[in-house]
């Protein structure tokens, strides 16, 4: 059964850095767009970057355009959001997702937070 996991996520002081892993299973990765999403307490969850199934087309929200890179590595089925100059506003649980043939599946989330 498809299965994303995150990792990467922790405490970090404003303007450092953090890497954020999703590894993926029981779907064929290479051929399907991947998604990073966001959710803040009290908030709705965000879209914040998508990367195509090839890894060469890629966008951002723009709350992290210019900080914020998604990539992916299809030989290890794991998609990455490396993550710079992070803000206290970036606080949240992010998540991978994947829609296949319409129907969407989450991983359990990782917590970013981003305080001094």
């Known amino acids: 059964q498809v299965q994303l996991v995150e990792s990467g996520g922790g405490l970090v002081q404003p303007g450092g850095s953090l890497r954020l892993s999703c590894t993926a299973s029981?779907?064929?990765?290479?051929?399907?767009?991947m998604r990073w999403y966001r959710q803040a307490p009290g908030k709705e969850r965000e879209l914040v970057a998508v990367?195509?199934?090839?890894?060469?087309?890629?966008n951002y929200a723009d709350s992290v355009k210019g900080r914020f890179t998604i990539s992916r590595d299809n030989g290890k089925n794991t998609m990455y959001l490396q993550m710079n100059s992070l803000k206290p506003e970036d606080t949240a649980v992010y998540y991978c997702?994947?829609?296949?043939?319409?129907?969407?599946?989450w991983g359990q989330g990782t917590q970013v937070t981003v305080s001094s």
């Open positions: 990367i195509g199934s090839a890894g060469d087309t890629t």
């Open positions: 997702k994947l829609n296949r043939w319409g129907q969407d599946f």
């Open positions: 029981g779907f064929t990765f290479s051929v399907h767009v």
